[in-house]
Nanobody
Framework: QVQLVESGGGLVQPGGSLRLSCAAS????????MNWYRQAPGKGREVVAT????????SYKESVKGRFTISRDNAKSTVYLQMDSVTPEDTAVYYC?????????WGRGTQVTVSS
C-alpha cells in the first residue's frame, strides 16, 4: 500500500535551517507529483511547496519563496524540503502529500518548531 513517511523535524532557532525528508513506497514514485503541506496550531492545512514528477516544475507558497527549496530523488523515492531562514511563523506540523487518482495520500507529519 501507499506509504509516506516524513522525518527531519525538530526544534530550530529563528534564522536556522532544517531539512525534511519524505520516504515514499507502494507506488511508482517517478510518476507522481509530490507536495509539502503544513498545519500550524489553530489553523487549516496549507500547501507549502509542490514538485512535478520529474522535478523540473516547482511552486511555493508566497511566504516561503526564497527560503524553502523542494527537491526529489526518484532513485531513492524521496522528496525533500530544505527550510532556511526559518521564522516562528514556520512552526507547524509538516505533511508529505501526493494525489494518485482517485485518491489522495498523506504522511503522518513531522513537527517543526521555530523558537529561541
Amino acid at each position: 500500500q501507499v506509504q509516506l513517511v516524513e522525518s527531519g523535524g525538530g526544534l530550530v532557532q529563528p534564522g536556522g535551517s532544517l531539512r525534511l525528508s519524505c520516504a515514499a513506497s507502494g507506488f511508482t514514485f517517478s510518476s507522481a507529483g509530490m507536495n509539502w503541506y503544513r498545519q500550524a496550531p489553530g489553523k487549516g492545512r496549507e500547501v507549502v511547496a509542490t514538485i512535478s514528477n520529474t522535478g523540473d516544475i516547482v511552486s511555493y507558497k508566497e511566504s516561503v519563496k526564497g527560503r524553502f527549496t523542494i527537491s526529489r530523488d526518484n532513485a531513492k523515492s524521496t522528496v525533500y524540503l530544505q527550510m532556511d531562514s526559518v521564522t516562528p511563523e514556520d512552526t507547524a506540523v509538516y505533511y508529505c502529500n501526493c494525489y494518485l487518482f482517485p485518491q489522495e495520500f498523506w504522511g503522518r507529519g513531522t513537527q517543526v518548531t521555530v523558537s529561541s
